[in-house]
Structure formats: structure tokens, C-alpha cells
């Protein structure tokens, strides 16, 4: 695993473009963590927001969480999702919004791609028979690979090390990172999560979700399902969309489904279902 001692922080973001925590977020971080939080408060900061209202309504209303009925507004959406819930949403539309600049690639096709596989993850949820916050699951899946377009926008020529990282059958993307730019997008997708005070478990998972041995010894945790979540929704994605497997699929497959207690034909039934609301 991944140990990061805070005295290097400052040295592994030098230089980056590191997105301020967005006002709207941090008012709505502010009432959930007062003494008496209310709903009433939460939605009228998002009402607010024109662009926000609108996104968390488009998010919710989404096949991929198959809510019986439609949302209309965003007090039924406050009043549905709770507060931690909504707030996962504005940070990642917040995210969305915040990192852009001149990138050596295309922005518009990454959040296109980590939108996918955040819906992958509220489908697949959805489908589990744990109990979970859709949510969350969504925003882990928009914010576990955020440190790429920051390094996109840093690095002129990181467009070509995601294509050496395409073509590596040895070197995963995060070696080929650190060997060509001394740091890697998963520590400082961690440090836009950490500043954007945004949960300790999520920031751990950013950090964490290319380490190959975080499925090793199951202990049916939260964030080891979390986990298993994003990478089954990751390979469905790249097979759907690129037809072929993610490039770790082959290595954690079998621990992936033993995580989530899948056999192959049920894991099967998801993909299937799942790629035609992709397509």
C-alpha cells in the first residue's frame, strides 16, 4: 500500500493545478457539520446554482439508478438522497467543473469516460444485495482517476505517456508515471480530495486503486467492496466502449468477483445488462 508522509505534500504538488475547494461546496460542507443541520438550508444552496441543480437532477433521474418515479426538483432530491448524498454529488459536479485549462488531452472525453464508469457503479450497486449510499459510488467513480487531468494540464507531453501506458503489457500507468514524471495522478487525485475536505475512506480509495494487493487478503470491508465495484465497472466500460479488458482485469478478476460474491455467469448477466445502457 501506499504511505504518504505529509512533509512531502507541498513537493508532489508543486507546480500542479490544484482546484480550490468551489464556494457552494464548502457552505454545503459547513451546514452538514453544524450543530443543526438542516435539509431546507442544504437545498436552497444548490437551488442556487443554476448548473448544479440541474446536473444532480440529471444524475438522479438517470437509468442507471432506476428510481421508481421522477425527481422534479431538487427539494425531492434533497429530501430523498439526505445530506451526505447530495453533497457527494456537488463535489463531483463541482469537480467537473473546476479542473479545466489547457490539457494535452481531450477533457471533454475523460470526464466522458469517468462519467461512464461512476454510472457503472450505481448500476452495479444497485444490483448487489448490500445496502449501499449510490452516491458514493458514483462520486468514487468520477473522482478515482481526477489527478489526470491535472497532470494533463502540467505535463505537455503526458498525452504519451497514457499511450505507453496503453501499450504496456509489464509497466501499469502509475510505474510508467513515476518514471517519467516523479509522481503518479493517483497521489495527486488524493491531494484534490483531501483539499476539498472530502471523506478520509474516498480520498484512501483514490489513492489506493492501482494497488494490485488491495484485494488480497479479503476481510469484507466497505472499501474493499468499493473497490471491487470500480474495477468491475472500469473493465465494462473499456469492453464496451473499446472492446477489450482493462489493463489490470486479467490480474484481479478473481478476487474482484470473490469480493463482491459474483460467479462468473452473474458477473455475466451485469455486464451484458449494463453494456446496453452504455451504448
Same mark, same amino acid.
Given at each position: 500500500?501506499?504511505?504518504?508522509? #505529509?512533509?512531502?505534500? @507541498?513537493?508532489?504538488?508543486?507546480?500542479?493545478?490544484?482546484?480550490?475547494?468551489?464556494?457552494?461546496?464548502?457552505?454545503?460542507?459547513?451546514?452538514? *457539520?453544524? %450543530?443543526?443541520?438542516? /435539509?431546507? %438550508?442544504?437545498?436552497?444552496?444548490?437551488?442556487?446554482?443554476?448548473?448544479?441543480?440541474?446536473?444532480?437532477?440529471?444524475?438522479?433521474?438517470?437509468?442507471?439508478? $432506476?428510481?421508481?418515479? *421522477?425527481?422534479?426538483?431538487?427539494?425531492?432530491?434533497?429530501?430523498?438522497?439526505?445530506?451526505? *448524498?447530495?453533497?457527494?454529488?456537488?463535489?463531483?459536479? !463541482?469537480?467537473?467543473?473546476?479542473?479545466?485549462?489547457?490539457?494535452?488531452?481531450?477533457?471533454?472525453?475523460?470526464? +466522458?469516460?469517468?462519467? %461512464?464508469?461512476?454510472?457503472?457503479?450505481?448500476?452495479? $450497486?444497485?444490483?448487489?444485495?448490500?445496502?449501499?449510499?449510490?452516491?458514493?459510488?458514483?462520486?468514487? $467513480?468520477?473522482?478515482?482517476?481526477?489527478?489526470?487531468? #491535472?497532470?494533463?494540464?502540467?505535463?505537455?507531453?503526458?498525452?504519451?505517456? /497514457?499511450?505507453?501506458?496503453?501499450?504496456?503489457?509489464?509497466?501499469?500507468?502509475?510505474?510508467? @508515471?513515476?518514471?517519467?514524471? $516523479?509522481?503518479?495522478?493517483?497521489?495527486?487525485?488524493?491531494?484534490?480530495? #483531501?483539499?476539498?475536505?472530502?471523506?478520509?475512506?474516498?480520498?484512501?480509495?483514490?489513492?489506493?486503486?492501482? !494497488?494490485?494487493?488491495?484485494? !488480497? =487478503?479479503?476481510?469484507?470491508? @466497505?472499501?474493499?467492496?468499493?473497490? #471491487?465495484?470500480?474495477?468491475?465497472?472500469?473493465?465494462?466500460?473499456?469492453?464496451?466502449?473499446?472492446?477489450?479488458?482493462?489493463? +489490470?482485469?486479467?490480474?484481479?478478476? =478473481?478476487?474482484?468477483?470473490?469480493?463482491?460474491? /459474483?460467479?462468473?455467469? @452473474?458477473?455475466? +448477466?451485469?455486464?451484458? %445488462?449494463? *453494456?446496453?445502457?452504455?451504448?
Amino acid at each position: 500500500m501506499i504511505d504518504i508522509d #505529509a512533509s512531502v505534500a @507541498e513537493v508532489m504538488t508543486q507546480g500542479f493545478h490544484i482546484p480550490p475547494r468551489p464556494e457552494t461546496l464548502m457552505r454545503l460542507q459547513e451546514i452538514s *457539520s453544524s %450543530d443543526d443541520p438542516s /435539509l431546507a %438550508d442544504i437545498a436552497q444552496v444548490v437551488a442556487a446554482d443554476v448548473g448544479l441543480s440541474s446536473a444532480i437532477l440529471k444524475t438522479v433521474n438517470s437509468p442507471f439508478y $432506476g428510481l421508481t418515479r *421522477s425527481i422534479t426538483n431538487i427539494h425531492q432530491a434533497v429530501s430523498l438522497l439526505g445530506m451526505e *448524498s447530495v453533497n457527494s454529488l456537488a463535489a463531483s459536479v !463541482e469537480l467537473k467543473r473546476a479542473l479545466t485549462g489547457n490539457a494535452c488531452i481531450s477533457l471533454e472525453r475523460f470526464w +466522458d469516460n469517468a462519467t %461512464d464508469v461512476a454510472n457503472s457503479m450505481v448500476y452495479i $450497486g444497485s444490483r448487489l444485495k448490500e445496502n449501499f449510499s449510490l452516491e458514493t459510488l458514483y462520486t468514487v $467513480g468520477l473522482f478515482h482517476d481526477c489527478g489526470i487531468p #491535472a497532470m494533463a494540464i502540467r505535463y505537455p507531453d503526458y498525452r504519451l505517456t /497514457l499511450i505507453d501506458a496503453n501499450d504496456s503489457t509489464e509497466q501499469t500507468l502509475s510505474q510508467i @508515471e513515476e518514471a517519467k514524471h $516523479g509522481t503518479n495522478h493517483s497521489i495527486i487525485g488524493y491531494y484534490i480530495a #483531501a483539499s476539498w475536505h472530502l471523506p478520509e475512506c474516498l480520498c484512501e480509495l483514490i489513492l489506493q486503486h492501482h !494497488e494490485a494487493d488491495y484485494l !488480497e =487478503h479479503i476481510t469484507g470491508k @466497505e472499501d474493499q467492496l468499493v473497490y #471491487a465495484i470500480l474495477k468491475m465497472a472500469e473493465n465494462i466500460v473499456d469492453r464496451t466502449r473499446r472492446f477489450r479488458d482493462a489493463q +489490470d482485469w486479467q490480474q484481479l478478476q =478473481h478476487r474482484v468477483l470473490d469480493t463482491m460474491g /459474483l460467479n462468473v455467469l @452473474e458477473y455475466s +448477466d451485469i455486464e451484458e %445488462d449494463l *453494456s446496453e445502457l452504455l451504448s
